[in-house]
């Protein structure tokens, strides 16, 4: 089992960047594949980003690509996701997850392990 705790979240304006992290604890950090989602009002939680378990294999959602990166530092038992160029459609709450089982995925459905979510709000 392994917990979850995200930070980092706050306001920045259109254009501007953010930094979340996602700090693990329990288990092996580095037997997860690890991913961020994201929930806006009104609307279902969505793909952001995933990490392979040693960081070699990554993918992001089209809405995201160029914009953002994730990136992870096992021996700190932590996760990143680098956001640039922001745009008020990114506002929402970021979640971070984890699984152990297979390789990446996209599909929430895969995750057995999430944080607390953490609200990123972009102003126009």
């Known amino acids: 089992q392994v917990q979850l705790v995200e930070s980092g979240g706050g306001l920045a304006q259109a254009g501007g960047s953010l930094r979340l992290s996602c700090a693990g604890s329990?288990?092996?950090?580095?037997?997860?594949?690890m991913a961020w989602f994201r929930q806006a009002p009104g609307k279902e939680r969505e793909f952001v980003a995933t990490?392979?378990?040693?960081?070699?294999?990554?993918d992001y959602a089209d809405s995201v690509k160029g914009r953002f990166t994730i990136s992870r530092d096992n021996p700190k038992s932590t996760v990143y996701l680098q956001m640039n160029s922001l745009k008020p459609e990114d506002t929402a709450v970021y979640y971070c997850?984890?699984?152990?089982?297979?390789?990446?995925?996209?599909?929430?459905?895969?995750?057995?392990?999430w944080g607390q979510g953490t609200q990123v709000t972009v102003s126009s």
């Open positions: 990490i392979s378990r040693s960081g070699g294999n990554t």
């Open positions: 329990g288990r092996t950090f580095s037997s997860y594949n």
């Open positions: 997850a984890a699984h152990s089982v297979g390789w990446t995925s996209r599909q929430s459905t895969q995750y057995s392990y």
